[in-house]
C-alpha cells in the first residue's frame, strides 16, 4: 500500500548478508578441515584413525562428561582441528585450562591459530608420562579421540592406566569410538584387574559415521 512503510530495514538486510557471509564460512571451513583430515589419513591411516573430524554432536557429546567445575588443565589426546576443542570451550571450560596434545604437525599449527590460549604439545600421546613430564597438576579430565582399535589391547589399558596416574580421583577419562563395543578391553588377558567403570552414551546417530563415548573413571579404595 502506498505511504506504508516497509516492514523492513537496511538493518535487516545487512544482518540477513552478514547470517549468509557466517554461514558460507562456516562451510568452507568445515569443508577445509574435511581435507586436512582426509589427506592426513591418506598419508598416515594408522595414526589419524578417522576420514573427517568429528561432527558437532559427537564433540558435544563428549563434552558434557567434563565438569568445568573441577579444578585443573583438561587435556585433550589426538585433538586434530578442534571440533571437540571447541565443545569444551562451549562447555565452559577456559580455554587457558586446555593442554591438547596432538601428533600431526599441521594440525598443531592450526590449533595454535585456532586457540591461542590453549597449550598445544606436538607429542605422543600414547606416552602421555613422558610427553606431559612437565605438569605439576593433578589434570580435571581427559578427551581423547585417538584410534584406539589400532593399537594392541595392551597398549590402549597402559594409555588408560596412565591416564589414571595423572587425573584427580573421579576425573573421567572420555574416549569416543565408532564400534560397539569398548576401546578398552573390559575382560580377557589384557583387561587386567577391573579396577575401574565404564558406561557408555547413546549412540550419535548424527556423527557420520555413527558412534558413542565410554567414560572410564577409576575405581575408589
Known amino acids: 500500500m502506498s505511504g506504508q512503510k516497509s516492514p523492513f530495514t537496511p538493518l535487516d538486510d545487512i544482518r540477513r548478508h552478514g547470517a549468509r557471509l557466517v554461514k558460507k564460512f562456516a562451510l568452507e571451513t568445515q569443508r577445509k578441515d574435511e581435507a586436512r583430515f582426509l589427506k592426513s589419513w591418506l598419508d598416515k ?8 573430524p568429528s561432527g558437532k554432536a559427537l564433540a558435544k557429546m563428549m563434552a558434557r562428561y567434563v565438569d568445568p567445575q573441577t579444578p585443573g ?6 585433538p586434530g582441528t578442534g571440533p571437540v576443542t571447541e565443545a569444551l570451550i562451549a562447555r565452559g571450560v577456559d580455554e587457558k585450562r586446555l593442554i591438547l596434545v596432538e601428533f600431526n604437525p599441521d594440525f598443531c599449527r592450526l590449533l595454535r591459530k585456532r586457540f591461542p590460549r590453549a597449550t598445544v604439545i606436538e607429542g605422543d600421546a600414547y606416552a602421555l608420562e613422558m610427553t606431559l613430564a612437565d605438569l605439576d597438576e593433578p589434570v580435571a579430565a581427559i578427551v581423547s579421540s585417538l584410534p584406539l582399535f589400532t593399537r594392541p589391547e595392551r597398549q590402549r589399558r597402559a594409555l588408560l592406566d596412565a591416564g589414571f596416574r595423572m587425573m584427580r580421583a573421579g576425573s573421567p577419562f572420555i574416549q569416543f569410538t565408532y564400534a560397539a563395543v569398548s576401546p578398552i578391553p573390559l575382560k580377557g588377558k589384557n583387561a587386567g584387574r577391573r579396577d575401574f567403570d565404564a558406561k557408555v552414551s547413546p549412540r550419535v546417530w548424527l556423527n557420520l559415521p555413527p558412534a558413542c563415548v565410554w567414560v572410564y573413571r577409576k575405581n575408589q579404595g
Open 45 to 52: 591411516p594408522l595414526m589419524t584413525g578417522a576420514v573427517s
Open 73 to 78: 588443565p583438561v587435556v585433550e589426546l589426538g
